[in-house]
């Protein structure tokens, strides 16, 4: 199937051509640390995400490469740093850590998802600060190219100096779309005294006491530290060489953040282009305005999944995903309670399609016996299209509608809600939960204590993997009286502290009908199961870890 995708820089969609079908290469601009990520910042991970994905599928596991990079080094973390008075490394990794689980929750491929040991790695998150050397480098070749300049232990880049080299340089502004001197027009006003050129910009630049520093690259005496766009050339040639295939990020950074990494790479390699494809995703407004602290409208990821700040709840991480999967990446996008609230209930909706017993039981046997789950060709049809993510999900709808009365179509469901991240096995399991009262005094005690959102609460924390949040919840509600009990697949139990007078019935008469079947008395065996029932038990006959058979029972529903 043929893949086609838009290129910002050519303005065009079209076949995409990789430069070796046997090493597939992605960059994508990740996150700055020095605070919580807002939703905006999702989207690229979650469109990038389905694009990797995607090419595995077409390629191969073992043939596609992912950079994201980890922007460690910046103003706003030495700020933030500062602000709080703790080191700087502390706050990168305590902010890299939150961002990972807050994405992870968002069901995207990780890198220890896909990395396999003592194989190449497929998905690597390398840091600005691990790649000095190379930054050294690339702005030791622009000097000596005559692109860049030393100017008061600076090294600036020079724009003008790349458009007059006669050769096969891309010229500066072509991804933009702007002329030099538009964007000369619209550099600030105040432009900084060693430049020769308003639109020169930094690669390197002196630290101030306190800032990090490293020894500077050509010849500069005073230790400084690295521009912001300079990094992403020098990981994107570290990983991925002088040329690759696909470089993405958010529509924001398309000027001056990518023009500039072009500009660098291009002319510190002698090239023509530095990435073939460049796409971008659209902005993300709130409410139907744009996102802003001062507009009270800020919101982050974290905040979604683990606060009742947006909407009075906190939202599964595939509600967040489903929601912005519908619409096309490369169109702006409105993020609101209400598109929150159907996707959810839509998940409920696909979840039971995809969600009987047997077909998840089956599928995990399937997985874990690494036989192939064949992708519906229509939804690998649609992201083809430029990853017409809409497109799919009106499939995943019509095959939901199919699978009433069509296991196939159940099977194909499933699959592809795993394909695209959106829901797995566990997950599929957390939406078609019925309960997890075992009791019916249990369940009276939780109903006299709530009206269903703390439960709700703790669904939800747990499936997004807030520890610390279904540490808490789970105080609250062991504090009404009773225990909670989680069980190994991902779900949980309520059940009461002391053992009831029901639940002692219970277990005798279970007794009972395990010594009939043990002497082979199955009148009997029935006989007891029959009188459970009309108590509302249900039994479930099953095998320990060691083969012996167990029973558990459940309230019917
Ligand atoms: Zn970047």
Known sequence: MQLRLYDTLTREKRPFVPLDPNNVR???????????????????????DVLFRLLRHLYGADHVKYVRNITDVDDKINERAAERGIPIRELTEETYNNFRDDIRALGVLMPEDVNLPGKPPRFVEPRATE????????????VQGGFAYVAEDHVLFSPQAMNAANSILPRYGALAKRTLDEMIAGARVDVAPYKRDPADFVLWKPSKPGEPSWPSPAGIKAEGRPGWHIECSAMAWKHLGEQFDIHGGGIDLVFPHHENELAQTCCAFHKDRMANVWMHNGFLQVEREKMSKSLGNFVTINELLATDKFGGRPWHGAVLKFAMLQSHYRQPMDWTVDKLKQSRTELFSLSFAAGNANLISQSLAEVAAGIEQPIDEEIVHALCDDLNTSLAITRLR???KEARNNTAAAKKLLVALKFLGIM????????????PITDVSVGQIVHEKDDGTTIERLRVAQANGQLQRVAELAREIEGWGVSLRFLPDGTFSIESRVATNRGRKVEELIEDRNAARARKDFKESDRIRDELAAMGVVLKDGKDADGNPVTTWEIAR
Do not use: Q, W
């Open 131 to 142: 790649h000095i050397a190379e930054m050294r480098t690339i702005i030791e070749r622009l």
């Open 398 to 400: 019509e095959l939901a």
């Open 424 to 435: 797995d096995e566990k997950s599929i399991h957390y939406f078609h939960m019925a309960g």
């Open 26 to 48: 992605m960059y994508v601009c990740g996150p700055t640390v020095y605070d919580f990520a807002h939703i905006g910042n999702a989207r690229p991970v979650i469109v990038f």
